[in-house]
């Protein structure tokens, strides 16, 4: 029978907890990635609220009749 002593078995928990360090480390790139997307969509969205605050009610009620028909036709 092997006998681990309590030291080594304290490492081994060290070196499977610096590994999964690693990993999570290894996945920054993805965050940013991800962020980078989701800043961009926030832009997008400042973007479209700006243009949508210039237009005129008529122009809305129109936009929007349009996109409710383009809507049902998905549905349907």
């Known amino acids: 029978m092997e006998v681990i002593d309590m030291d080594e078995r304290a490492d081994e928990r060290a070196t499977a907890e610096v590994a999964r ?9 993805e965050a940013i ?8 969509l926030l832009r997008d969205v400042q973007q479209a609220k700006a243009e ?18 383009l809507l049902r036709a998905d549905t349907a």
């Open 33 to 40: 990635g991800q962020l980078d997307g989701c800043v961009s």
């Open 21 to 29: 360090l690693f990993e999570i480390v290894g996945r920054e790139g």
């Open 52 to 69: 949508l605050g210039r237009l005129t009610p008529t122009q809305l009620r129109a936009g929007l009749r349009y996109r409710q028909a």
